[in-house]
């Protein structure tokens, strides 16, 4: 069994910033990838930025040069710090994760319960 547990999200005015976690635990053999993904009213869920066990990183063009994400790989914890924010990144916002639980077991992507972060004057 393994739980994401997110923390972070709030309610902030524009041009301010957050920092989301995300804590890995239970049957965890290795990760393969974490990300956090974001869901507005109406809209799809969309991938915010994720990083590989190779250490590449990658965002969607809509965050870049605002939003860092970071891996604690000891803790199996990930962390996105959000500054300069903006409304239109009003959303719930998912950690996702890609691990093998055991050594004998395939990958699979388990999800965090969503924080809302709203961004408002």
């Known amino acids: 069994q393994v739980e994401l547990v997110e923390s972070g999200g709030g309610l902030v005015q524009p041009g301010g910033s957050l920092r989301l976690s995300c804590a890995a635990s239970g049957s965890i053999f290795s990760i393969v990838a974490m990300g956090w993904y974001r869901q507005a009213p109406g809209e799809q869920r969309e991938l915010v930025a994720m990083?590989?066990?190779?250490?590449?990183?990658n965002y969607a063009d809509s965050v870049k040069g605002r939003f860092t994400f970071s891996r604690d790989n000891a803790k199996n914890t990930a962390y996105l710090q959000m500054n300069s924010l903006k409304p239109e990144d009003t959303a719930v916002y998912y950690c996702?994760?890609?691990?093998?639980?055991?050594?004998?077991?395939?990958?699979?992507?388990?999800w965090g319960q969503g924080t809302q972060v709203t961004v408002s004057l």
């Open positions: 990083i590989t066990s190779g250490g590449n990183t």
């Open positions: 996702y994760v890609n691990l093998r639980p055991t050594p004998a077991l395939t990958l699979r992507n388990y």
